[in-house]
């Protein structure tokens, strides 16, 4: 019995006895073959691809099985610490040097070896942006590019999208859904409601960039005598997602066709005079919810199909999560003194309701400022893996001004009779009831926090 390894050279090993690995063999013929973990099926550093006999080795083992399955290995890659061999068999190691090994050392550290998903793919391009870096000095460019990229990424990343990079003027991004659970058919509903509402994360994401570049360009005005616009392009599908790079400077990068139809999308905006498209993949998912105020019919360059893209200037019914942060930028920046008027209400709200000589108040920790932790929540509603941190802190604000848990329920009228007495112009009946529905979605997370 034979192991053959195809490298430079062919080395044949034998083996006397059936039921060795193809490691053991190695090693007895001190052959070189990586094993970085001792043979424990943790680093893959010693895995082969058998080119001959595969029906000669034995199954893989539940430990190889479940490094196979994380990693989407086809039949041929087999561990050689964990795969037994019964009859003659020809192998190719895969790391085969130093250099190998730092891509699959470095590879470990990371969880995104590669793999395929479903995403959202954003691109975003600033329009006419080289008419400002001609005309400003290059330390005010790039000042100016850094903070255009921190007021666009904060609602990509508040509505649980990723940056995949930075590129020139422009932003590429993605919305990943995560994996489904439960039974196939459950999972299959599943996956269908979290593409709907990952989409929807995508275009509250890309519509918040527009008010936020309102807001960028009030300030740009001032500063610079210049505003800036933006061009964005949307679409879905299935993308390849994984560290590429150099062993030592890798990024998570999204690749695939769909990434190419989301940049030329957003190039597209150029020629049809709009601002924002998606794909018909968004659309036919989703475009029942969307305003569109164009729908045009094109070639996209480098492509022989014909496709569709229609021009997003809103949500047809109102998203509850968006309405709030308009609200609250609103609020801000006609009533500033707007959380003054609260601080005074919790007091008031406090020494009716607590008997402080037997509060249990903590006085660890400093003090958040109150609007700033406010703000934050409002921010990453969209995103409620952060959005619990910051309700986190809120409670602990209100702990440290000795209001009791018990009491957390009795605050939401106390922050809505604020609001509508503080801003009645902005006040009517729809912010009313989104603000309560919003205000007691946060407060039941406060108390579960
Ligand atoms: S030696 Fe580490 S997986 Fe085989």
Redesign the pocket.
């Known amino acids: 019995m034979q192991i053959i390894f195809y490298d430079k050279e062919t080395t044949r090993l034998k083996s006397e006895k059936k039921g060795t690995t193809i ?1 053991e063999t190695a090693l007895k013929h001190e052959y070189p073959l ?14 082969v691809y058998v080119s001959d006999g595969i029906s000669n080795l034995s199954n893989r083992n539940e430990r190889e099985q479940l ?1 196979a399955d994380r990693k989407g290995w086809p039949s041929e890659i087999r ?4 795969t037994e061999v019964f009859g003659d068999i020809g192998v190719r190691r895969i790391i085969r040097d130093n250099k190998d090994l730092k891509t699959v050392t470095s590879e470990s550290k990371s969880s995104k070896t590669g793999e395929e998903c479903f995403a959202v793919i954003l691109f975003l391009d600033i329009k006419g942006f080289t008419s400002f870096t001609e005309s400003n000095l290059a330390y005010d460019v790039v000042f100016v590019l850094n903070r255009f990229f921190h007021e666009m990424s904060e609602p990509i990343l508040n509505n649980g999208g990723e940056i995949d990079k930075f590129i020139g003027d422009g932003i590429l991004a993605f919305f990943q859904i995560s994996n489904a659970k439960g039974s196939k058919q459950s999972q299959e509903e599943e996956i269908q409601n979290l593409k709907t509402e990952t989409m929807k994360s995508a275009i509250r994401a890309c519509l918040r960039m527009f008010d936020q570049l309102q807001k960028f360009n009030i300030e740009m005005k001032d500063r610079f005598n210049f505003t800036f616009d933006i061009r964005l392009g949307l679409h879905a599908g299935n993308v390849i997602y994984g560290d590429i790079g150099h062993s030592e400077f890798k990024s998570q990068t999204v690749l695939g066709d769909v990434v190419n139809v989301a940049s030329r999308l957003e190039a597209l905006n150029k020629k049809t005079n709009t601002r924002f498209l998606v794909s018909d993949v968004i659309y036919d998912t989703i475009g029942k919810l969307l305003s569109i105020d164009k729908k045009v019919i094109t070639k996209l360059r480098g492509k022989s199909d014909v496709m569709k893209a229609y021009s997003v200037i809103g949500f047809k019914e109102k998203d509850s999560i968006l309405l709030t942060q308009q609200y609250f930028d609103q609020l801000n920046t006609k009533y500033p003194n707007w959380i003054h008027n609260y601080e005074n209400n919790l007091e008031t709200f406090r020494n009716k309701n607590v008997n402080l000589e037997n509060s249990s108040a903590s006085n660890e920790g400093d003090l958040i400022p109150l609007l700033q932790i406010l703000e934050s929540i409002v921010d990453k509603l969209g995103n409620p893996k952060s959005l619990k941190k910051e309700i986190s802190k809120l409670a602990n604000h209100y702990n440290m001004l000795s209001i009791p848990r018990e009491n957390f329920s009795k605050l939401v009228p106390v922050l809505l009779n604020t609001l509508e007495d503080t801003s009645s112009e902005l006040w009517n009946h729809t912010i009313s009831l989104v603000l309560k529905e919003v205000w007691t979605d946060i407060t039941i997370q406060l108390l579960e926090s």
Do not use: D, E, S, V
């Open positions: 490691l990586y094993h970085l973990c001792g043979g424990n099926a943790k680093c893959t550093t010693c895995r490094l561990l050689a610490c964990q």
